[in-house]
């Protein structure tokens, strides 16, 4: 049964990246303690949670000493396994249901799962040893990619792509470390999110659909919004945006990823629970973020209209970004979106985050960039 919790009432942010930062800023905004657990002190939650803990690892120990703190807890995903929810189910309130912390902890079951809902996803084959992935690649085929299903272990975002038989021994390595999911490698013309969040009233957010672009050195991942697709591939990634959401039961945010071919055919590529930095591109850009969404959806507050306030945004790293022109942009502008952070005890010129550029249209924000000279040289 979900909880509802008032102001004054702990969340409990787990993780250190800007995400938590922002949620926690969030929920700070609207009357709630914050309290932090992180394994490194150098981090941009620190200075918006009323208290933080500094664990040496996720263990037992120390999550359910930080459970036994906070009243309702959230966690970034691949920090955690199924057994470390379990844990912190027992002792405070978990805004998941078994099957949406099955699916964030464990890619094998978030693809059997899509695929048992009838979503269109790439053929995928769960890999114990060598002689599977032979096997699979019969009809799965090259290229392929092998991914590790446990997101919480070490180097389990460091995928491998096979294109023939003499990345064997690269997979094997792979393998040893644990169970693997082999997966089709699909052409595909563009990938693009969709980021929701529903509360337990059932209000749903259908955020507008962006593109991740990949800019390499000339700036980094990108989001851009409005995603450039057709009609009917628009419709299909809401629709199943919004089947999800309401068949997990979803209680915050959920951002599911997809692959879209030159032909318009949709692949669900991945459904991601919980906070995601591709939906950055909401500050400034949207009447309600991502993150006070989520953190409305958390703890049980109504969720507002979702409005535009501008037709197009495009979302930039700042690390890719020369700093002294966008503390200039900063200075000077009420248009754009700006999480910029500075964790306690780093130099003052060192930032981290990202910047909204909002416009009329993309080649608007393009043009913006380009004039400001944003990007480094």
Same mark, same amino acid.
């Given at each position: 049964m979900p909880?509802?919790h008032y102001?004054g009432?702990?969340?409990?942010?787990i993780?250190s990246? =800007?995400t938590?930062?922002?949620?926690a800023q969030?929920?700070?905004k609207?009357?709630?303690?914050?309290?932090?657990?992180?394994?490194n002190?150098?981090n941009p939650?620190?200075q918006?949670?009323?208290?933080q803990?500094?664990a040496?690892?996720y263990?037992?120990?120390?999550l359910?000493y930080?459970?036994?703190?906070?009243?309702?807890v959230?966690a970034?995903?691949?920090?955690?396994?199924n057994q470390?929810y379990q844990v912190?189910a027992?002792l405070?309130?978990v805004p998941?249901?078994e099957?949406?912390m099955a699916?964030?902890?464990?890619r094998?079951i978030e693809?059997?799962?899509?695929d048992?809902?009838r979503c269109?996803?790439?053929?995928?084959s769960?890999?114990? +040893?060598?002689?599977d992935?032979?096997e699979a690649v019969?009809y799965i085929?090259?290229?392929?990619l092998?991914?590790?299903?446990q997101?919480?272990?070490?180097q389990s975002?460091?995928h491998i792509?096979?294109?023939?038989? *003499?990345?064997?021994a690269a997979a094997?390595a792979?393998?040893?470390q644990?169970?693997?999911?082999l997966?089709a490698?699909?052409?595909t013309e563009?990938?693009v999110?969709?980021?929701?969040?529903r509360n337990e009233?059932g209000?749903?957010?259908?955020y507008?659909?962006?593109?991740v672009?990949q800019?390499?050195d000339?700036?980094?991942e +990108?989001?851009?919004?409005?995603a450039?697709?057709?009609?009917?591939v628009?419709?299909e990634?809401?629709?199943v945006?919004?089947?999800?959401?309401e068949?997990?039961h979803?209680?915050?945010?959920?951002?599911?990823?997809?692959? =879209?071919?030159?032909?318009g055919v949709?692949?669900?590529?991945?459904?991601?629970i919980g906070?995601?930095s591709e939906a950055l591109?909401?500050?400034?850009s949207?009447?309600?973020?991502h993150?006070e969404a989520?953190?409305?959806?958390?703890?049980g507050l109504p969720?507002?209209e979702?409005?535009?306030?501008?037709k197009?945004?495009?979302?930039l790293?700042? *690390?890719?970004?020369?700093?002294e022109?966008?503390?200039t942009?900063?200075?000077?502008r009420?248009?754009?979106g700006?999480?910029?952070?500075n964790?306690i005890?780093n130099?003052p010129d060192?930032?981290?985050?990202k910047v909204?550029?909002?416009?009329d249209?993309?080649?608007n924000?393009e043009?913006?960039?380009?004039?400001? *000279?944003?990007l480094?040289?």
């Amino acid at each position: 049964m979900p909880h509802k919790h008032y102001p004054g009432s702990t969340v409990g942010i787990i993780g250190s990246s =800007v995400t938590s930062a922002l949620l926690a800023q969030s929920a700070g905004k609207l009357g709630y303690r914050v309290a932090s657990l992180v394994l490194n002190a150098n981090n941009p939650v620190r200075q918006f949670a009323s208290w933080q803990t500094v664990a040496d690892a996720y263990d037992e120990s120390a999550l359910r000493y930080f459970a036994g703190r906070v009243d309702v807890v959230i966690a970034e995903t691949g920090l955690l396994s199924n057994q470390d929810y379990q844990v912190l189910a027992k002792l405070t309130d978990v805004p998941l249901s078994e099957d949406l912390m099955a699916i964030s902890t464990d890619r094998l079951i978030e693809k059997a799962y899509l695929d048992s809902k009838r979503c269109l996803v790439t053929p995928f084959s769960m890999i114990t +040893q060598l002689e599977d992935i032979k096997e699979a690649v019969e009809y799965i085929g090259f290229p392929c990619l092998l991914k590790a299903t446990q997101r919480h272990l070490p180097q389990s975002d460091e995928h491998i792509i096979l294109y023939n038989e *003499e990345d064997y021994a690269a997979a094997q390595a792979k393998i040893e470390q644990g169970t693997c999911i082999l997966e089709a490698w699909i052409p595909t013309e563009k990938r693009v999110s969709l980021t929701v969040v529903r509360n337990e009233r059932g209000e749903v957010l259908l955020y507008p659909i962006f593109e991740v672009l990949q800019r390499g050195d000339s700036g980094g991942e +990108q989001v851009r919004y409005p995603a450039n697709v057709g009609l009917e591939v628009e419709r299909e990634v809401r629709r199943v945006g919004q089947y999800l959401a309401e068949e997990l039961h979803l209680i915050g945010a959920l951002t599911v990823d997809y692959l =879209v071919t030159s032909s318009g055919v949709v692949y669900v590529n991945g459904a991601s629970i919980g906070l995601a930095s591709e939906a950055l591109f909401t500050i400034g850009s949207m009447s309600v973020s991502h993150f006070e969404a989520m953190a409305r959806a958390l703890v049980g507050l109504p969720l507002p209209e979702l409005v535009p306030l501008s037709k197009a945004a495009i979302a930039l790293p700042v *690390e890719e970004l020369n700093k002294e022109n966008v503390l200039t942009q900063m200075m000077l502008r009420t248009d754009w979106g700006f999480a910029l952070f500075n964790p306690i005890g780093n130099q003052p010129d060192f930032l981290m985050g990202k910047v909204i550029v909002t416009g009329d249209s993309l080649s608007n924000c393009e043009r913006q960039i380009e004039l400001t *000279e944003l990007l480094a040289k």
